[in-house]
């Protein structure tokens, strides 16, 4: 979270990431921002049950005044002391007991009369068609967006999203046409709690007496940990299938940008919020490093749980077995973990299962197999698997900003305000919308952007259900739309918290000096210049910078405190900046609920009175998109204030950011902002483009 009046933050300090050939990639130039090294998104312990969903039906938690706290201060130096500050509040009204969790997605054969319509239907399809007894075939890997972007000209088409995917495996379960599913993975680069949805969904498949097939010739704990919902694995015998356990890590640029003459002069608040050490330290602070080992732990034991339970194994042996981390794949075939077979030699099994005719005619032919393209084009309505009630999903992914929804290159996809209060204020006044579900993936954003949807998806819980349904990454600014629900949904894998602020304004004094650039500036009024560049903070300017940073702090926890009828002090507690797992999250009251979408779909059911057994139907609520301009980025970058030379302005940087250390994706939409913002005014002045070239050479390690 960030303030409402100082520059924009900063961004993660450390990565934690698989060890296997499809780990992290290496810092880089991009659009004359540093990336940051890629990180894996973490899961958790399991989450303890949560309130029911009846709580959602009394008077909203946030209508009752917050508690009273402290507030942990530090400025931007790495050696820098906390102190608490007081800020008294009376204590908010306790949220009821926790209830159990609704059992969801839980396959029922498709019977009786819906049968009968489901074969009327499939009958008449014609856009639809698919052969019988076909199997499902396709690849699958990189970010699982939450859902495809419109595609834009002169771009390459979207990456296949977990709405498609999971859409697809459960409509096959129910699809009579469809016999199999075969899953080519390839390198994941989402977190964990996208890969939990999709396991989900894939034991939903496989409960419908239908197998599914997997193959890779490479990999890492990721795609092996989604090959565990599969009925058979397979993996060419000179496969580079790599297990070698998890790492964590951070990499820091003070020192970078010292050499080149930038100050960047960084305050957070809380104590854990490491976004902006990346920037102000020169190596990892006490409070990262054990928020980095509590991760590291979590995720370590739940992957060696996960494949002991999958192959029968005890967990010391499959821990002993990582600790060999052998690369050949004939141990891990002589140990169970998969078979060997070449790509050829799985299409003619499958050939063998699925094609009409005798053997030779069978593998002659190509397989029987529909895409998931031409898949996707099947309904819920053409299998009967859709109800009267109507519950509305809005799915809210990306950095958070002002305005429209759109792209950027330098933070990837924007969630603007302006589209999601309309979104939201549209499902408000739809009186067939019975309930919504909110599914968040996001890292944060503008602080007031963040505050303004905070508003209008509270206004919508007071007139029907919603239901926080998080994915990879609901931190910060994410967290902050989610806690203005009643119930908040969280996968174990799920990133979240981050309460905390952070603001950060680079000084490019010394680094002017250097390429000989010069600027005078004349203002009228005491703290007009307060983000000029060319020079550090004045002593009242970087009070004031200070006080709107508290401010920040403080009016994040308050809201935080009143929504999770928690007091001030218990909640800031658990906020001061830290980043949580699901099931840490859950036990500290952050989070209601463990589960995925379709656990949210349930408790929304629950809260609308709709009875348990009854089918619903679900409707995706679209985005306007903003136009051509905003979908290929011009409109997120005239947003975030880049200017015409292709760099960030310092004017843009008086509405600050709240992003988190994490984004789903495995990589740092606010380091590229923030390096970007450092950086960018010396691209285009004499010597500018060299000095950037030089810290660029520095951090890579190239002399």
């Not at 880089?28 to 540093?34: E, G, V």
């Not at 402290?70 to 009204?93: F, L, N, Q, R, Y």
């Not at 500018?688 to 520095?698: N, W």
Request: proline share 6%; glycine share 10%.
């Amino acid at each position: 979270m960030a303030s409402s009046s100082p520059p924009r933050c900063a961004l993660s300090a450390f990565v934690i990431t698989p060890v296997g050939v499809s780990g992290g990639t290496p810092p880089r130039l991009q659009s004359a921002a540093i990336s940051a090294t890629r990180s894996a998104a973490l899961w958790g312990s399991t989450l303890a049950a949560a309130p029911s969903l009846r709580a959602a039906r009394q008077p909203a938690p946030w209508q009752s005044a917050g508690g009273r706290g402290g507030i942990v201060m530090a400025d931007e130096s790495p050696s820098a002391s906390t102190a608490v500050v007081e800020v008294p509040a009376p204590p908010p009204a306790k949220r009821p007991p926790p209830g159990p969790t609704p059992a969801a997605l839980t396959y029922t054969k498709t019977t009786g009369f819906r049968r009968f319509l489901q074969s009327w239907r499939l009958a008449r399809v014609v856009r639809s068609r698919v052969a019988k007894n076909s199997i499902l075939a396709f690849s699958l890997g990189g970010s699982l967006p939450e859902t495809s972007p419109p595609w834009v000209p002169l771009r390459p088409q979207p990456a296949t999203s977990l709405e498609s995917v999971t859409n697809a495996l459960r409509h096959a379960a129910h699809d009579p046409r469809v016999s199999a599913v075969f899953l080519r993975l390839t390198g994941f680069q989402c977190g964990w709690a996208k890969l939990q949805e999709l396991r989900r969904h894939l034991d939903y498949f496989r409960a419908s007496d239908k197998k599914v097939t997997v193959y890779m010739e490479t990999g890492a704990e990721k795609e092996y940990y989604v090959s565990l919902s599969a009925d058979e694995v397979f993996v060419p015998p000179t496969g580079m299938l790599v297990l070698r356990g998890f790492m964590g890590g951070g990499s820091f640029l003070r020192g970078v940008l010292e050499k080149v003459g930038i100050d960047p002069q960084v305050q957070r608040r809380g104590a854990y919020k490491s976004a902006g050490d990346q920037l102000a330290r020169t190596d990892m602070s006490d409070a990262q490093r054990e928020v980095v080992e509590s991760m590291l732990d979590a995720t370590y034991e739940r992957f060696i749980a996960a494949v002991a339970e999958a192959k029968g194994k005890d967990p010391a042996e499959v821990k002993a077995f990582l600790d060999r981390a052998p690369f050949e794949m004939e141990e891990y075939a002589d140990a169970g973990f998969f078979e060997l077979k070449y790509e050829d030699e799985v299409l003619d099994m499958l050939k063998r299962r699925h094609n009409d005719g005798d053997e030779a005619k069978q593998l002659k032919a190509p397989l029987k197999s529909v895409s998931l393209r031409k898949y996707d084009r099947v309904t819920d309505k053409l299998l009967a698997l859709s109800g009267k009630e109507r519950v509305a999903i809005v799915r809210a992914s990306g950095a958070i900003t002002s305005g429209q929804n759109g792209s950027s290159p330098v933070m990837g996809a924007t969630l603007g305000s302006e589209s999601v209060v309309a979104v939201i204020r549209k499902l408000r006044l739809n009186d067939k919308i019975k309930a919504v579900v909110l599914r968040i993936d996001s890292p944060g954003g503008s602080a007031l952007a963040s505050d303004v949807m905070w508003r209008e998806i509270r206004k919508c819980c007071e007139v029907k259900p919603v239901i926080a349904s998080m994915s990879d990454v609901a931190a910060s600014g994410g967290y902050y739309m989610a806690m203005a629900c009643p119930t908040i949904v969280a996968e174990a894998g799920t990133i979240t918290g981050s309460i905390g602020v952070i603001t950060a304004k680079p000084s490019l004094k010394k680094a002017y000096e250097r390429i000989g650039y010069n600027k005078e500036t004349y203002s009228r009024g005491a703290l007009a210049e307060l983000l000029v560049d060319d020079r550090p903070f004045s002593e009242e300017e970087a009070d004031y910078f200070s006080r709107s940073t508290d401010a920040a702090y403080k009016s994040f926890v308050t809201k935080c405190a009143e929504s999770r009828g928690m007091t001030y002090e218990e909640l800031h507690a658990v906020a001061q900046g830290r980043v949580w797992l699901g099931g840490q999250a859950s036990s500290r009251g952050l989070v209601d609920h463990e589960g995925g979408l379709w656990t949210a779909v349930e408790l929304a059911k629950q809260a609308a009175e709709i009875p348990a057994e009854a089918t619903v139907k679900l409707v995706e609520a679209r985005f306007g998109g903003g136009g051509l301009l905003a979908r290929l980025g011009v409109g997120a970058f005239a947003d975030a204030g880049v200017s015409g030379g292709g760099g960030v302005s310092m004017s843009s940087l008086s509405e600050p950011l709240a992003l988190t250390e994490f984004d789903g994706s495995g990589e740092s939409p606010l380091m590229r902002l923030m390096a970007s913002a450092l950086v960018a005014p010396l691209i285009g002045l004499p010597g500018g483009g060299k000095l950037v070239g030089d810290a660029m050479r520095t951090f890579m390690g190239h002399k």
